[in-house]
Protein backbone atom coordinates (compact mmCIF):
# COMPACT_ATOMS: atom_id res chain seq x y z
CA UNK A 1 0.00 0.00 0.00
CA UNK A 2 1.59 3.59 -0.96
CA UNK A 3 -0.85 5.67 1.67
CA UNK A 4 -1.11 3.65 4.68
CA UNK A 5 -0.40 5.73 8.06
CA UNK A 6 2.83 3.49 8.21
CA UNK A 7 4.14 4.39 4.45
CA UNK A 8 3.27 7.76 5.10
CA UNK A 9 5.60 8.26 8.40
CA UNK A 10 8.11 6.71 5.73
CA UNK A 11 6.89 8.96 3.33
CA UNK A 12 7.86 12.14 5.58
CA UNK A 13 11.70 11.05 6.12
CA UNK A 14 11.81 11.50 2.10
CA UNK A 15 10.23 15.11 2.31
CA UNK A 16 12.24 16.20 5.37
CA UNK A 17 15.43 15.65 3.97
CA UNK A 18 15.05 19.23 1.72
CA UNK A 19 13.58 20.83 5.43
CA UNK A 20 16.60 19.80 6.82
CA UNK A 21 19.39 20.93 4.58
CA UNK A 22 16.83 24.16 3.99
CA UNK A 23 17.52 25.11 7.33
CA UNK A 24 21.30 26.02 6.79
CA UNK A 25 20.71 28.16 4.15
CA UNK A 26 18.10 30.33 6.00
CA UNK A 27 18.89 33.93 7.17
CA UNK A 28 19.12 32.54 11.03
CA UNK A 29 21.38 32.35 13.46
CA UNK A 30 23.81 28.95 13.28
CA UNK A 31 23.03 28.11 16.88
CA UNK A 32 19.55 28.55 15.79
CA UNK A 33 19.83 26.59 12.72
CA UNK A 34 21.87 24.00 14.64
CA UNK A 35 18.69 23.40 17.11
CA UNK A 36 15.66 23.57 14.33
CA UNK A 37 18.17 20.82 11.99
CA UNK A 38 18.89 18.88 14.89
CA UNK A 39 15.16 18.71 15.93
CA UNK A 40 13.79 17.95 12.79
CA UNK A 41 16.45 15.06 12.47
CA UNK A 42 15.19 13.77 15.47
CA UNK A 43 11.57 13.97 14.88
CA UNK A 44 11.90 11.98 11.30
CA UNK A 45 14.43 10.00 12.68
CA UNK A 46 11.98 8.24 15.58
CA UNK A 47 9.16 7.67 12.20
CA UNK A 48 11.68 4.86 11.19
CA UNK A 49 11.02 3.33 14.62
CA UNK A 50 7.15 4.56 14.51
CA UNK A 51 6.20 3.21 11.32
CA UNK A 52 7.48 -0.27 11.62
CA UNK A 53 5.90 -0.62 15.11
CA UNK A 54 2.29 0.92 13.31
CA UNK A 55 3.35 -1.60 10.69
CA UNK A 56 3.14 -4.47 12.68
CA UNK A 57 0.38 -3.32 15.38
CA UNK A 58 -2.35 -2.27 12.52
CA UNK A 59 -1.05 -4.93 10.34
CA UNK A 60 -0.48 -2.80 7.26
CA UNK A 61 2.48 -3.89 6.24
CA UNK A 62 3.34 -4.15 2.49
CA UNK A 63 6.30 -4.99 0.16
CA UNK A 64 6.22 -1.52 -0.69
CA UNK A 65 6.84 -0.31 2.76
CA UNK A 66 9.55 -2.65 2.88
CA UNK A 67 11.02 -1.04 0.48
CA UNK A 68 10.72 2.60 1.30
CA UNK A 69 11.92 2.26 4.54
CA UNK A 70 15.62 1.84 3.83
CA UNK A 71 15.37 4.40 1.20
CA UNK A 72 14.26 6.60 3.63
CA UNK A 73 17.10 6.18 5.96
CA UNK A 74 19.75 6.23 3.59
CA UNK A 75 18.35 9.04 1.87
CA UNK A 76 17.90 10.78 5.23
CA UNK A 77 21.66 9.86 6.68
CA UNK A 78 23.38 10.86 3.63
CA UNK A 79 21.98 14.10 3.01
CA UNK A 80 22.71 14.47 6.50
CA UNK A 81 26.29 13.39 5.71
CA UNK A 82 26.36 15.62 3.22
CA UNK A 83 25.18 18.88 4.59
CA UNK A 84 27.91 18.27 7.59
CA UNK A 85 30.68 17.44 5.15
CA UNK A 86 29.53 21.12 3.85
CA UNK A 87 29.37 22.62 7.00
CA UNK A 88 33.30 21.47 8.04
CA UNK A 89 31.80 18.95 10.88
CA UNK A 90 32.58 15.37 9.24
CA UNK A 91 35.20 14.52 7.24
CA UNK A 92 34.85 13.85 3.54
CA UNK A 93 36.32 10.61 3.61
CA UNK A 94 34.88 9.18 6.61
CA UNK A 95 30.98 10.13 4.86
CA UNK A 96 32.38 8.94 1.93
CA UNK A 97 32.79 5.55 3.57
CA UNK A 98 29.42 5.40 5.31
CA UNK A 99 27.49 6.88 1.67
CA UNK A 100 29.77 4.19 -0.72
CA UNK A 101 28.77 1.38 1.54
CA UNK A 102 24.72 2.06 1.36
CA UNK A 103 25.51 1.96 -2.43
CA UNK A 104 27.05 -0.99 -2.37
CA UNK A 105 25.00 -2.87 -0.23
CA UNK A 106 22.04 -1.47 -1.67
CA UNK A 107 23.52 -3.18 -4.72
CA UNK A 108 24.30 -6.22 -3.53
CA UNK A 109 20.89 -6.86 -1.99
CA UNK A 110 19.45 -5.89 -5.64
CA UNK A 111 21.83 -8.47 -6.85
CA UNK A 112 21.44 -10.98 -4.54
CA UNK A 113 17.11 -10.72 -4.97
CA UNK A 114 17.58 -11.32 -8.89
CA UNK A 115 19.35 -14.64 -8.56
CA UNK A 116 16.82 -15.58 -5.41
CA UNK A 117 19.43 -15.14 -2.98
CA UNK A 118 17.94 -12.26 -0.88
CA UNK A 119 17.83 -13.96 2.48
CA UNK A 120 21.25 -14.19 2.17
CA UNK A 121 21.35 -10.84 2.67
CA UNK A 122 18.91 -10.16 5.30
CA UNK A 123 19.39 -7.23 7.44
CA UNK A 124 21.53 -8.46 10.44
CA UNK A 125 21.63 -6.88 14.03
CA UNK A 126 25.33 -5.49 13.26
CA UNK A 127 23.76 -3.61 10.41
CA UNK A 128 21.12 -2.06 13.21
CA UNK A 129 24.11 -0.94 15.11
CA UNK A 130 25.34 1.02 12.42
CA UNK A 131 22.56 2.48 12.15
CA UNK A 132 21.65 3.39 15.47
CA UNK A 133 24.82 4.75 15.95
CA UNK A 134 24.44 7.20 13.01
CA UNK A 135 21.28 8.23 14.12
CA UNK A 136 22.54 9.60 17.31
CA UNK A 137 25.71 10.77 15.87
CA UNK A 138 24.15 13.15 13.30
CA UNK A 139 21.88 15.35 15.50
CA UNK A 140 25.12 15.62 17.54
CA UNK A 141 26.75 16.75 14.67
CA UNK A 142 23.84 18.67 13.64
CA UNK A 143 23.78 20.45 17.03
CA UNK A 144 27.39 21.51 17.16
CA UNK A 145 27.54 22.99 20.86
CA UNK A 146 27.40 22.57 24.60
CA UNK A 147 24.42 20.86 25.79
CA UNK A 148 23.85 21.31 29.34
CA UNK A 149 27.28 23.75 29.32
CA UNK A 150 29.04 20.34 29.93
CA UNK A 151 28.80 18.19 26.75
CA UNK A 152 30.18 19.27 23.42
CA UNK A 153 28.13 17.34 21.08
CA UNK A 154 30.42 17.68 18.00
CA UNK A 155 33.50 15.63 19.85
CA UNK A 156 30.47 12.81 21.09
CA UNK A 157 29.11 13.22 17.43
CA UNK A 158 32.63 12.86 15.61
CA UNK A 159 33.54 10.12 18.27
CA UNK A 160 29.89 8.10 17.22
CA UNK A 161 30.51 8.65 13.49
CA UNK A 162 33.79 7.30 13.39
CA UNK A 163 32.42 4.32 15.11
CA UNK A 164 29.93 4.32 13.15
CA UNK A 165 32.12 3.83 10.55
CA UNK A 166 34.02 0.88 11.68
CA UNK A 167 30.56 -0.64 11.89
CA UNK A 168 29.56 0.38 8.32
CA UNK A 169 32.96 -1.53 7.25
CA UNK A 170 32.30 -4.13 9.45
CA UNK A 171 28.50 -4.79 8.11
CA UNK A 172 29.71 -4.59 4.79
CA UNK A 173 32.22 -7.29 5.30
CA UNK A 174 29.46 -9.28 7.14
CA UNK A 175 27.06 -8.86 4.08
CA UNK A 176 29.76 -9.77 1.66
CA UNK A 177 30.64 -12.48 3.50
CA UNK A 178 27.18 -13.95 3.83
CA UNK A 179 26.27 -13.20 -0.46
CA UNK A 180 29.79 -15.12 -1.24
CA UNK A 181 28.69 -18.48 -1.50
CA UNK A 182 25.75 -17.40 -3.37
CA UNK A 183 28.00 -15.51 -5.41
CA UNK A 184 30.08 -18.60 -6.02
CA UNK A 185 27.23 -20.98 -7.04
CA UNK A 186 25.51 -18.96 -9.46
CA UNK A 187 29.46 -18.42 -11.06
CA UNK A 188 29.34 -21.93 -11.97
Not at 125 to 145: E, R, S, V, W
Amino acid sequence: MFFNLPTLLTWARIVAIPLIVGVFYLPLERPVGNLAATVMFIVFALTDWADGWLARRLNQTSAFGAFLDPVADKFLVCASLLILVQLDRVNALVALVIIGREIAISALREWMAQIGALKSVAVHMLGKLKTTTQMIAIPFLLYDGLVFGIVDTKIWGTVLLYLAAVLTIWSMVYYLQKALPEIRSKAR
